[in-house]
């Protein structure tokens, strides 16, 4: 091994960032699994039932070589129903979607601004696409649209792609879509929306943050399936010219496997429980409010959405307060940079389906001892 990883797993110890892989432990204060479907019994019929019916485990290739399967076109089009979407676009993770997406529709004539705390599969994508692109301050609608009428004075031609999160992961709050899609439609620009984490909680139906948006020719949505829908995929929601442009120029899609059908059954079966079963957003958003009002208790800054961060600043605070938690039985999880911005080290706290109010109510109480010992 090159002198140079061990270095670097040096410095990372010694800033107390360095990470390792840990089981599953007591309640979940750390997942995705928002509306608790990862083990729902109607994701393992969908699944027996799929293989019933002679689903193939494995695509066998890339989708424009023989990977195409008839559940990779079901979901597709029922997610574009589903959505109000002119078409829909699978690809196995959401990271790959959201890489492919700035990888590719962006051109060298266009220009990217995106919030600074936006995902690192954007950051990723930028980095291999060809339009130059700018971080503007986290949720300033008007920042961005200053960066795109400054572009515009200094020449630029091209179309104006405006990147956003609807629900921040790490800080669990909301941008503002309205003044945004505003924005777009002034300046003939693309808004990018990616629904990861509002994905199943909000919306009709779990449509998301943007539903009131969707099928407008200048907006794209991105909705992950691994997080509330309790599967793994990601689906680019999308006007179909934009669909056709990524099947034949998006290196991330071309070049890749596709997805496992028996996923794709999967996933399509997760936005039916959406409409069959709006109680689960119901009790999760119940939830919510219930931790508000109990963190709320005793310092902690809540969000009004089921992600809520407890900044600490330090990394090794962060560290040693997520190990007394999970020695006390609740899997909650620090957050350091390069994650989040150096000096904002923190608790992630996620509240899902998987808890109740007593597993709330008890982590409360021993976070609070826990913050007094800070």
Known sequence: MPQFHHDDLAKLRAADRFRSL???MGHDFASNDYLGLAD???????????????????????RLLRGNDPEHEALEAEAARHFGSESAMFFATGFAANQALFATLPQPQDLVVHDARIHASAHDGMRLGRAPHIAVAHNDADAMETAVRRWRLEGGTGTPWIAVESLYSMDGDIAPLDDLAEIARRHEAMLLIDEAHATGVFGPQGRGLAHHL????????LHTCGKALGVEGGLLCLPAHLRDFLINRGRGFVFSTAPSPLIAAAVREALRILVDEPQRQAALAALVDHAGVRLAGIGAATTGTQIIPVILGAD???????????????DVRAIRPPTVAPGTARLRLSITLNVD??????????LAAELEMA
Do not use: C, Y
């Open 22 to 24: 840990r089981p599953r």
């Open 40 to 62: 729902a019994p109607r994701l393992r019929a969908a699944v027996a039932d799929a293989l019933a019916r002679g689903v193939a485990v494995g695509s066998g290739g890339s």
């Open 214 to 221: 969707h099928g407008r020719k200048d907006v794209v949505t």
């Open 357 to 366: 109010a007593n597993a709330i109510d008890e982590l409360t109480r021993t």
């Open 316 to 330: 090794g605070l962060a560290v040693s307060r997520a190990a007394a938690l999970q020695a006390a039985g609740f």
